[in-house]
């Protein structure tokens, strides 16, 4: 095991009715903005659920963060928390809402410059408000970490810091049941592949962090289908199964003491910020391409992957890997999500336009042994053609 | 799944020589009472690291903590926190230095009576000192938890307050490679039962929190008695996953949405307040009969941990139940640790005894049911003779 710190002092309210606790969580005497996405809230009964629970608060609200959190909009809040002396974010919403509120919390405090420099320049942040978030959709994890994705001009580019972290976050899953099968799929899909960044690279002999991976792995593969049956599609405990799977995939805890890979993610980056593919849907179609490619690299934890996740024992270590990846495929289209940059229209002559972005991004050296150069990806994205 | 609250925000540092780490959580301007047990940490190594990492650092110590701290000898650090004008503890040891070193913050800061109703007569704890603590002994859990245990008289009772739980935890598994195997067996048997606590109960479909627990156990049985033997009870790896899985047992995480029962341990307080039985050495004793005299309202439960844990699949179900509770059996001899009364002395004609204690300490309605009542304590007692 590698040595590391974890940390985590976000405080989760799980479960249904949970939502009226932000009323204690958040100062008396606060100025207080909610952050939402385009207004799923006001028919879902959330909005309502907090404008009750902020009763006696002073507060405001600022609408419209897109999926892909875009920098030209958040930057619209800054006039709305110096005219309202905003002193408290709260993001209700999935994780796109949650990352653009952690983006305005510390370009609110940032006064020394150009507030894009916390991404593009990854200046270190030293002070933000505090946030607080109300979870819609179970995927990202954003509710209890301390990263963010911020859009600009085609560029999707990730920036973290302690300080933005949420104070306390509400998973209702009963919220989530309002949500459409294709949240629900690219929700899944995300926390499937969190798990798998932080899982499928090298042994270092974590035995914890790779049986809770596993166990995160098998309820998504067990429970994401169920919340797409017509069945079980409002089954709670399905959906808080998948919530808090989603919650536990990166909240630091499964990738502590374990290398990292990452790379689907960030070539996954480039798809969207270039071609505007859903973000789990650019994951579900690089991952069995990275798996392919870096099958020798990956090799040992590819075979325990074949087998805790999917009893798969027999064959040869090439038939059980084979066999591994197709199985991953095969959940992925059971989750309606492509698997092949062709199902969402991206063709062999746009490759290397993806990997002068990628170059450009300074994601030139990706991966657990950071040795997936500008060459590695360009076989990686051929292999998901 | 049930509602919950989770929330753990102690800092942990994990490795070989995180020690260092402690002089950037420590105040400079803090005057620092050192608490530890009998001595060891002289011998280990330990003292010297937390001697030099407090350079700089106002500190005094308190040592001579017991295993199973008693009242008595806690109560006499208040004397010198005065005196000192402390205003941090840094508690360097196992479980029993921790817990007690929670008695004395809370103790230190109540003023308005008795500090023993803080456990006799569970008093909210409004003040407490801050604490650190630098683990030498994985087992309880208790450096990133609430709760403590503190014995007077032949009383074992726990206490818990968010108050009392460390800033920080410092666990570098080379610091255990000098404890005995005795401490060794007795923490992974520790752990073991913590996570079966939460786990053996009955199901509410909350996957994660199973998966965790069986990862857990899992790790457990491989890793324990490793650490007993000749080739790897050097093996830095082996101590690390066990010391994480210690941790991990106790933290709030796996208890977090689930049913309880911790019947096993309100029991075995008994066996340790009345007949100085190690607390480890108590479950060891007092599980086993649990999991037969409650089969039939563990019995989903206790199937799913044949299965998933042992790997039993075939027999009946009865068969399969047993053959799980004589595999937990068989772990805990490995580990070299008694699974009868007969073991450690206690007979038969002191089983009255030990339930009139349980009366008189008010545990009359004990499990995740709350009705193992005095007369099942007594069967279950009967059934580890």
New interface residues.
């Given amino acids: 095991?590698?040595?590391?710190?974890?940390?985590?002092?976000?405080?989760?309210?799980?479960?249904?009715?949970?939502l009226s606790?932000i009323a204690k969580e958040i100062p008396a005497n606060a100025s207080v903005l909610v952050t939402y996405g385009g207004g799923s809230i006001k028919s879902n009964g959330v909005y309502e659920q907090v404008s009750k629970a902020l009763e006696g608060h002073k507060w405001c609200e600022f609408s419209g963060i897109e999926p892909n959190p875009n920098y030209d909009t958040l930057i619209k809040a800054l006039d709305l928390i110096k005219e309202h002396k905003v002193d408290f974010l709260l993001a209700v919403g999935g994780g796109s809402v949650v990352d653009g509120t952690k983006f305005i919390a510390a370009a609110a405090m940032y006064e020394t410059g150009d507030p894009w420099d916390i991404v593009a320049k990854q200046v270190k942040i030293t002070k933000a408000l505090p946030i607080g978030a109300v979870l819609t959709l179970p995927a990202t994890g954003s509710e209890t970490n301390t990263g963010a994705v911020v859009t600009r001009e085609g560029n999707k580019l990730p920036f973290a810091s302690p300080l933005v972290r949420p104070l306390f976050a509400v998973l209702d899953p009963s919220v989530t049941l309002s949500l459409s099968d294709r949240q629900i799929s690219n929700g899944v899909v995300d926390a499937f592949v969190h798990t798998m960044e932080q899982y499928l690279t090298y042994s270092v002999?974590?035995?914890?962090q790779?049986?809770?991976s596993?166990?995160?792995l098998?309820?998504l593969i067990?429970?994401g289908p169920k919340a797409l049956s017509e069945e079980l599609k409002s089954d709670l405990?399905v959906r808080?199964?998948i919530m808090?799977?989603a919650t536990?995939a990166l909240n630091g805890?499964i990738g502590?003491?374990v290398p990292q890979d990452w790379a689907t993610h960030m070539i996954g980056h480039e798809l969207t910020g270039a071609y505007g593919v859903d973000h789990a849907r650019t994951l579900s179609i690089v991952l069995p391409a990275v798996m392919k490619v870096r099958r020798e690299a990956k090799k040992e934890k590819l075979l325990q992957y074949a087998d805790r996740v999917w009893g798969i024992n027999e064959g040869s270590e090439s038939e059980r890997i084979d066999n591994a990846i197709a199985q991953t495929e095969s959940f992925f289209r059971q989750m309606n999500v492509p698997t092949r940059l062709s199902d969402v229209g991206v063709e062999g002559t746009d490759l290397e336009n993806i990997v002068a972005k990628l170059t450009e991004h300074g994601m030139v050296a990706l991966g657990e042994y950071k040795d997936i150069t500008p060459e590695v990806s360009l076989e990686i994205l051929k292999a998901a053609l």
């Fill in positions: 095991m590698l040595n590391f710190t974890f940390h985590n002092p976000t405080k989760i309210y799980f479960g249904e009715g949970q606790s002999d974590a035995k914890v790779d049986r809770i596993e166990g995160l098998l309820t067990e429970e405990n808080s199964n808090w799977s536990l805890l502590a003491g």
